[in-house]
């Protein structure tokens, strides 16, 4: 059974940084990409991120770009997200999600996202 | 970005009934290279992260049952449920995946009336 297992809910002040983890199991992780999905607001949706374990391409919406890093550690099968200069509009549910494609982000390339990690919640507020 | 509009934003159908949701894209997910339309569908339950139910607009995932159909092409899809059980009442979205960042719509409620 394929599952996500990702990292405790976080609550953090303005300003700080935070590092989720995702480790999935139930499949070869390289086979698959892992991309980032938020929901903020209570429902709306967010993809923020995607990277593959294949090969360490990363594609990030732009929105997220310069504070978001997505990595991946080959030695523990494990995706790592690190987001910074947290502001409480950041506050929500944080998915690791395992994406459809492992080879690039371009277009034709196919990105589903499934399954869906449990979540955890970032708290952003002082 | 490639925004998707999902209408209504919320409906109330009787157990029994057929439950209709659209979704409508800014630019066509189409691509004419393989002729697929790049849509998915997903399912969230109170409390749950959301589920798939179908990728390429209307390819079923497996243990989705078969009340649930996806339908349409270019810049207009449509998710329709059958005989809805109390089971189906949840949130819907609609996630185009043509072009990064991929988007998704803003959610629809379907209740049990």
């Known amino acids: 059974q394929v599952q996500l297992l990702q990292s405790q809910d976080e609550v953090k002040n303005p300003g700080a940084s935070v590092r989720l983890s995702c480790e999935p199991s139930?499949?070869?992780?390289?086979?698959?990409?892992i991309s980032w999905v938020r929901q903020v607001r209570g429902q709306v949706l967010e993809w923020m991120g995607w990277i593959s374990p294949r090969n360490g391409r990363t594609a990030y919406a732009p929105k997220f770009q310069n504070r978001l890093s997505l990595t991946t550690d080959m030695s523990t099968d494990t995706a790592h997200m690190d987001l910074k200069s947290l502001q409480s509009d950041d506050t929500g549910i944080y998915y690791c999600v395992r994406d459809r494609t492992n080879y690039d982000a371009s277009v034709g390339d196919p990105h589903w996202f499934d399954p869906w990690g449990p979540g955890a919640l970032i708290t952003v507020s002082s | 970005d490639i925004v998707m509009t999902q209408s209504p934003d919320s409906l109330a159908v009787s157990l029994g009934e057929t439950a209709t949701i659209y979704c409508k894209s800014s630019?066509?997910?189409?691509?004419?290279?393989?002729?697929?339309?790049?849509l998915a569908w997903y399912q969230q339950k109170p409390g749950q992260p959301p589920r798939l139910l179908f990728h390429?607009?209307?390819t079923r995932e497996s243990e989705v049952p078969d009340r649930f159909t996806g339908s349409g092409s270019a810049t207009d899809f449509t998710l329709t449920i059958t005989n809805l059980q109390a089971d189906d009442a949840a949130f819907y979205y609609c996630q185009q995946y043509f072009d990064s960042p991929y988007t998704f719509g803003q959610g629809t409620k379907l209740e049990l009336k």
């Open positions: 630019q066509s997910v189409f691509f004419t290279s393989n002729s697929m339309n790049y």
């Open positions: 139930g499949y070869a992780f390289s086979v698959y990409g």
């Open positions: 390429w607009a209307s």
